[in-house]
């Protein structure tokens, strides 16, 4: 997937001036910060199955390469295939060599987001492989002129019903539907064919399981299912992050990664698939292979961002970002939208390819609070500008500013007399008003909203005042 992080001020801007995406925002928002707060009821003791959720990963990512390999020794004794990918580019070579071995044709897909981060379609493609997403999400992306997606669990979250519905008249030439039942039913009949003629499927992996070199899969439509049982041949394409060591630590973090994700309980479709199709089986692989992917993921192991390994990709931080649900996905300019792709995005794709991605936050900690396994995002994103500030990418006005508020920051007298003119000044530039329309200094904080204007003193002096009082 082309990366376009470094537009994201231009993104932005342009989601934010499209009225019908505003629309269509204005509608989803909320829903999974609504549905995920009730099903958190259920949870005897969030905070203690987060913690445990929080040292299995942190088990696993502090000792990554040991466990790969216990993963791949039992993944081996179940007649499947271990490969290696150390990035995009060697996904869609394997993945294409393993097509073109078993004269592949057509290729169906569950949702796998490191597809997306290597651009298998294009390169399937390319080399005359069909490949059908079979995500009812997905699905309506790749048929809109393969259109990225927006969000890492509801890809197609900013399309509303009458965008579907047109695109399905179009694409589909029926008859117009307007009843989510039926638009549901049509594209189910759509992809049954493909279904049952694709040679090969293709599925990424929530969770790698080392005791027993299993996938575990999650989903809500039932696809994920049909891809990985019909076809002779299932390719599992996930990162290396995603291996955990036993079916009971999955069920630990099971607990939390649909109430994380969707708001449910435990999701529709939940499958631990494990080896080929045996002789007494009547469905499954004729042959498995796993993609086990790099990507920059070992380069961020022992840093100062290893704890962003823990990810397992529910989405909440996005759902309850009031970035993201101001301006949605396709604004940040790659995969992973929101606070996590605001720190993923630089660590995989370069700093320097997405200067302004971790200032695309407020900071209120709203991610890190709803974070099932209890990443600290804000403070990741604020080593990113650290890091950025130090390598002399951002703006020289910017890094002069900082660097005289730090030394005022550091002269009491200095700082306390700065503050009394400053309030003095914003008092006055308010006027009769208690907002301010435009900051003569910084007019980016006010070009799409007011400023609360001050009292006129300082809380020092407020504090003095009602000390001398009493």
């Known amino acids: 997937m082309e990366i376009k992080s470094m537009r994201f001020k231009a993104n932005a801007s342009a989601s934010l001036a499209n009225v019908v995406l505003q629309g269509n925002l204005k509608n989803a928002k909320g829903k999974f910060v609504t549905k995920r707060a009730e099903a958190l009821k259920d949870l ?9 959720a929080k040292a299995i990963r942190n088990k696993v990512i502090d000792n990554l390469d040991l466990w790969l ?10 007649g499947a295939h271990v490969l290696w990918a150390k990035d995009g580019a060697e996904v869609c070579r394997l993945v294409t060599e393993i097509a073109r071995k078993h004269g592949v044709k057509k290729v169906t897909k569950s949702k796998s987001m490191l597809s997306e981060e290597a651009g298998l379609n294009q390169a399937l493609e390319a080399a005359g492989i069909q490949p059908v997403e079979t995500d009812l999400g997905e699905y309506i992306l790749q048929v809109d ?18 965008d579907v519905a047109d695109l399905f ?17 049509e594209a189910r009949e759509v992809l049954r064919g493909h279904f049952l003629t694709a040679e090969m499927g293709l599925s990424g992996g929530n969770f790698l399981v ?7 899969l999650v989903t809500n439509e039932g696809n994920g299912r049909m891809v990985t049982t019909l076809p002779k041949v299932h390719v599992v394409i996930t990162g290396i992050e995603k291996v955990i060591p036993t079916l009971e630590d999955l069920s630990t973090l099971m607990r939390l990664l649909p109430r994380s994700a969707t708001g449910q309980s435990i999701s529709n479709y939940f499958s631990i698939l494990t080896g080929v199709k045996k002789p007494e089986e009547h469905d499954g692989p004729e042959h498995l292979y796993f993609v086990l992917v790099d990507s920059g993921r070992a380069d961020v192991i022992g840093g100062e961002f290893h704890e962003m390994l823990r990810c397992i990709r ?27 792709g605001s720190v993923l995005t630089p660590l995989y794709a370069g700093i320097e390819n997405s200067i302004d991605l971790p200032h695309a936050a407020t900071l209120c900690n709203q991610c890190g609070i709803v ?18 500030t130090d390598a002399g990418l951002r703006p020289l006005t910017e890094r002069i500013g900082l660097r005289l508020w730090a030394w005022v920051a550091q002269q009491p007298k200095l700082y306390a ?6 309030v003095r000044y914003l008092k006055w530039l308010a006027g009769k008003s208690d907002r301010i329309s435009l900051l003569p200094m910084a007019p980016e904080w006010t070009r799409g909203r007011d400023f609360p204007a001050p009292q006129g003193k300082t809380f020092r002096e407020m504090y003095a005042a009602r000390r001398k009082a009493a």
């Not at 005897?44 to 445990?52: I, K, L, Q, S, V």
């Not at 649900?325 to 940040?332: K, S």
Request: charged residues 25%; contains cysteine.
């Open 44 to 52: 005897d003791d969030f905070e203690g199955t987060r913690d445990a």
């Open 69 to 78: 390999e216990r993963f791949e020794r039992k993944a081996l004794d179940t």
């Open 145 to 162: 002129n393969n259109e990225p997606p927006s969000h890492i669990i509801a890809p197609a979250v900013h399309k509303s019903l009458d």
């Open 169 to 185: 008249h179009k694409v589909h030439g029926t008859p117009r539907k307007t009843e989510i039942p039926a638009l549901t039913r």
């Open 210 to 216: 080392a005791e027993t070199g299993s996938v575990a």
């Open 314 to 340: 529910c989405g909440a931080c996005m759902n309850h970002c009031p970035v993201y649900q101001t301006i949605g996905g396709h604004a940040y300019g790659w995969v992973y939208p929101g606070p996590m």
């Open 371 to 388: 974070c099932p396994v209890g990443i600290p995002l804000p403070e990741l994103l604020r080593k990113l500008r650290e890091k950025q």
């Open 417 to 422: 007399l700065g503050a009394r003119f400053g």
